[in-house]
């Protein structure tokens, strides 16, 4: 039985094996080492906070980040900036209220309470200043890409000349990462675009990395209560199951069977 | 039941004249089972866990979740990240479904291996492939719920299988869409009958256990057992802690997943909401449906994939006449147990190649794979039963073990239990 177990666990390896080869010509994602991978895995504040400028000054102006409010950037496993720096945060932008008590909306500064304010009315909108491509809201983003986070750190570097034969048209870019290598959106990062506040030298690179960290905790705000609780959780269940296999093998030693 | 048992006390006795509950659980405790039942036994107290942490957790997730095309996905993402632990219920349900195939398909299996389908537990058996198919439509049902774009997408392929039907079909898919497409009352119909099948499911539990308890546990060696004797151990203390230890490291990989890779059982488009405008480009099911969907696609005409498909889940209920060997246990059909093994490696081929596009060789294999399949159960097992030359079975589970009988199979036997 054991021995034709093995060959057929061979021979669906073969065929799995071929089958993987066929369908190679998966391109290979540029690696990081990322901070929130892991059993114990964090993010890096520092990379959350920086990540959380890149998204403001660069990303923001077309993609929207609708299920996010700015008071989850003071909540704890997040970027964790003060209550004042959050509040500062949200009243730089303005809001769309009401209607008052004369029918009328009025504007705002924003508040902790406020989703992140949208750049666009709706996806019409959006579609119409970015030559019919929708920009996806980034919420969820990091998980909404097969590849995940490596996808998108990859996509961001991914920008080169096309090769001989491929010709674009208008308003289309070449990524090597893209599904299909046609990108509706240029490339947006440049070696020192943003002024870290915190001194880091922002190279494509870093840039990168940090918008991507920052886009994993938008996409898994628990992640981190999420590791903590996994690890105790598991080692409970180990403890446990472990004086349950001794209490069952005293048990079933009153008669003669093994277990 | 045990008719002779009596209450201790005398409200007990009372109670139990006028409702027999505590003959019930003594029925429940003292149940003899076979003594010889390996981990493989444990899954039907794993898969009642299962279950019931499905209902709890998808009770609590139904409190917050919004049953409407515009809020659905808002609704799940709010469960997400302000719902007090939401993430761990929603991954619970989610990771769930998937901890519950996995263990269905090895009770399955088990089955298949030691033949507890056959005389007299056919009906335990259609019973349990009842469960199966209402748990596959509870499952594709709640994969459509969040509403990203393989929920959308994959409601519309699989509804539109209906169609196939000769003349009627179109009407049916418009009447089980509510509409013309899958719009919002496809998706409140679903989560309404999302919500009642489990309870289905449970009703058809309880009598699967119950059918259980009339013949008592097939068991590795596969013969009859006399019970209660010195093959049999009372259900309590002896299984409840041998099922307690392997619900337990069941619950470690499930926990595993929960916690470490939530998402990887999941299809990253299914965090877009869902689009009718914008066509994924592979429609894949979750990997617990892909055997199936492997067939389906493999036959060229719709009809008849269809056909096709709904007979390979249907020929199982016909299993106990299709398997025409009175030996129960692969441990004693050395030719059975082969095949044994190439059907279990055809189903796992299947499932692999239903997650690759249908086209080149993927779509060849899936074709010998699913011809295969069928011939297993439609030629090999019924000819199987007459053919071939069985090893000699021992008359009871404790005789070959403690007695040294001279019967040959003993050596045998342990040898294959121990390699399982």
Redesign the interface.
């Known amino acids: 039985?054991?021995k034709?177990?093995k060959i057929?666990?061979f021979?669906?390896f073969i065929?799995?094996a071929?089958?993987n080869a066929?369908?190679a010509e998966k391109v290979e994602y540029l690696k990081t080492d990322w901070s929130f991978k892991g059993?114990f895995g964090k993010f890096d504040r520092g990379s959350l906070q920086r990540g959380y400028q890149v998204y403001t000054e660069v990303c923001s102006s077309c993609h929207s980040m609708k299920?996010l409010s700015y008071r989850?950037l003071t909540e704890k496993g997040g970027p964790e900036f003060t209550e004042d720096q959050a509040k500062a945060i949200a009243a730089s932008f303005e809001v769309t209220d009401g209607p008052n008590a004369d029918g009328e909306m009025f504007k705002r500064p924003g508040k902790l309470s406020d989703k992140f304010v949208m750049p666009y009315e709706n996806v019409k909108a959006a579609q119409a200043a970015n030559g019919g491509a929708y920009p996806?809201d980034m919420?969820?983003l990091a998980?909404?890409?097969?590849g995940?986070v490596d996808y998108i750190y990859s996509l961001l570097q991914g920008y080169e000349d096309p090769p001989m034969g491929i010709t674009l048209d208008e308003g289309v870019y070449y990524n090597k990462f893209m599904?299909g290598n046609k990108i509706k959106m240029s490339n947006q990062l440049s070696d020192g675009l943003v002024e870290y506040a915190d001194g880091t030298v922002s190279t494509v690179e870093q840039m990168s990395k940090d918008v991507t960290t920052f886009l994993m905790w938008a996409?898994?705000?628990?992640l981190e209560a999420?590791?903590r609780?996994?690890?105790k959780?598991?080692v409970y269940?180990?403890i446990?199951?472990t004086l349950?296999?001794f209490?069952?093998k005293r048990?079933?030693s009153r008669?003669?069977?093994e277990? | 039941m045990s008719e002779e048992y009596t209450p201790k006390s005398k409200f007990g006795k009372w109670f139990n004249d006028r409702l027999p509950l505590l003959s019930l659980a003594n029925h429940l405790t003292d149940y003899p089972t076979p003594k010889n039942l390996n981990y493989w036994w444990t899954f039907g107290g794993i898969l009642t866990f299962c279950l019931i942490t499905q209902i709890v957790t998808g009770l609590v997730l139904a409190m917050h979740y919004i049953a409407h095309a515009d809020m659905a996905f808002d609704s799940v993402e709010h469960i997400m990240r302000d719902v007090n632990y939401g993430w761990l219920i929603r991954y619970i349900h989610a990771n769930g479904a998937s901890m519950f195939f996995l263990a269905v398909y090895i009770h399955i299996f088990r089955s298949l291996f030691y033949g507890s389908y056959k005389a007299p537990r056919e009906i335990i058996w259609i019973i349990g492939i009842i469960i199966y198919l209402l748990m596959m439509a509870a499952a594709f049902m709640g994969y459509v719920l969040p509403w990203g774009q393989m929920s959308f997408w994959g409601a519309t392929v699989i509804t539109n299988l209906f169609s196939a039907i000769p003349l009627v079909g179109e009407g049916i898919v418009t009447w089980l869409w509510g509409g013309y497409s899958v719009d919002n009352p496809t998706l409140t119909r679903f989560f309404t009958l999302h919500y009642l099948i489990p309870f289905l499911i449970l009703g058809l539990v309880v009598l699967h256990i119950w059918a259980l308890h009339v013949p008592g546990n097939n068991n590795p060696v596969g013969i009859d057992i006399k019970k209660p004797s010195k093959d049999t151990v009372p259900f309590h203390p002896y299984i409840v802690i041998k099922d307690g230890f392997a619900l337990l490291m069941f619950m470690i990989v499930f926990a595993f997943f929960v916690f470490y890779t939530p998402n990887i059982l999941g299809h990253a488009d299914n965090y877009i909401e869902a689009n009718p405008l914008v066509t994924p480009a592979h429609i894949v099911p979750e990997w617990y449906l892909l055997p199936f969907y492997a067939i389906l696609r493999s036959v060229p005409d719709k009809l008849l994939g269809v056909v096709a498909m709904l007979s390979a889940i249907f020929i199982l209920a016909a299993l106990p006449w299709l398997d025409t060997s009175k030996i129960r246990s692969a441990v004693f059909r050395p030719l059975y147990r082969q095949f044994y093994w190439i059907l279990v490696a055809d189903v796992l081929i299947l499932g692999y190649v239903g997650a690759m596009p249908a086209e080149g060789l993927y779509l060849l294999i899936a074709r010998i794979a699913t011809a295969y399949y069928f011939l297993h159960f439609l030629v090999i097992l019924p000819i199987l039963g007459y053919k071939e030359k069985t090893l000699p079975v021992p008359l009871s589970i404790t005789d070959p073990i403690l007695g040294g009988s001279p019967n040959l199979a003993t050596a045998r036997n342990k040898e294959s239990l121990s390699n399982k």
């Not at chain 1, 998980?143 to 097969?146: D, L, M, N, P, T």
């Not at chain 1, 996409?219 to 628990?222: D, T």
């Open positions: 039985m054991n034709f177990l057929n666990l021979i669906y065929l799995t071929t089958c066929l369908a059993l299920y989850n996806p919420s969820v998980k909404a890409r097969g995940g599904y996409a898994e705000p628990h999420r590791h609780m996994g690890f959780a598991i269940l180990i446990l199951t349950v296999y209490s069952m048990i079933w008669i003669e069977t277990v």
